[in-house]
């Protein structure tokens, strides 16, 4: 009888650098993106302790010092979200721009190889 190799003894050959470098981007997009809707429930809930802040009656000094610590993360959460969000950006931006280069590049070649 024959003995399968162990699946963690197996040699990882089969295994492209091209699709580890994709689940690798994927996983990054991912965490990212789980970050992103993270960042957003905290802001939700920031929100919702406001509104009750705003509503209350009276006054305490503690209900004072939590609404300044609230606004303190509000813009924490603010700047971790602008940062996300701007790297996302100036990647479809140079991914764009190289697009552009790569259209003119070949324009170009074609216009060169029909004016000979």
């Known amino acids: 009888m024959t003995r ?3 699946p963690i003894e ?3 050959d089969w295994v492209s650098p091209k699709y ?17 809707e993270r960042l957003q429930e ?6 919702g302790f406001d509104r009750v802040h705003d509503y209350a009656t ?36 140079a991914r764009i721009g190289s697009a552009v280069v790569l259209l003119r590049a070949v324009g170009y070649a074609t216009l060169h190889y029909l004016l000979k």
């Open 4 to 6: 399968l190799p162990d």
């Open 10 to 12: 197996r040699p990882l």
């Open 20 to 36: 580890v470098t994709s689940l690798d981007q994927r996983g990054r997009y991912v965490a990212t993106e789980n970050t992103l």
């Open 42 to 47: 905290e802001l939700e809930t920031i929100a």
């Open 58 to 93: 009276d006054s305490h000094p503690a209900d004072n010092h939590a609404y300044a610590l609230r606004q303190i993360r509000r813009s924490q959460i603010m700047v971790e979200i602008q940062k996300l969000t701007s790297k996302r950006e100036y990647r479809n931006h």
